[in-house]
């Protein structure tokens, strides 16, 4: 009976865990295009399903100088196609691939 109860234990755990998906999302910095205040500086975020999240697993500077223009993340809100889950309030990424 102990065995049972640790095995469904186990399973009900395993289901609640959040799943890594791949998605397209908005892209852009948290404070500058998406209203983020829970951190200082310019950082990279997501918008998922009406929610904006910082990125963990990549920099705002990654993909060139954040406050350019034309194409810089400070400025504009880009396409991207992310692997990844929401953990506590932040998007764990694995991939990150602007594709816009």
Do not use: W
């Not at 205040?37 to 009406?50: E, F, P, R, T």
């Amino acid at each position: 009976m102990k065995k049972l109860l640790i095995i469904a234990f186990i399973g009900i755990a395993a289901c609640n865990t959040p799943k890594e998906k791949t998605q397209i999302v908005e892209a852009s910095c948290g404070q500058c295009q998406f209203g983020l205040n829970s951190q200082n500086g310019c950082d990279l975020a997501v918008k998922i399903d009406g929610q904006a999240y910082f990125i963990d697993g990549v920099h705002i500077d990654d993909f060139g100088d954040a406050h350019d223009e034309k194409i810089g993340f400070c400025n504009v809100v880009r396409k991207a196609e992310v692997t990844g889950k929401v953990e506590d309030d932040r998007f764990k990424a694995t991939s990150f691939k602007v594709v816009e």
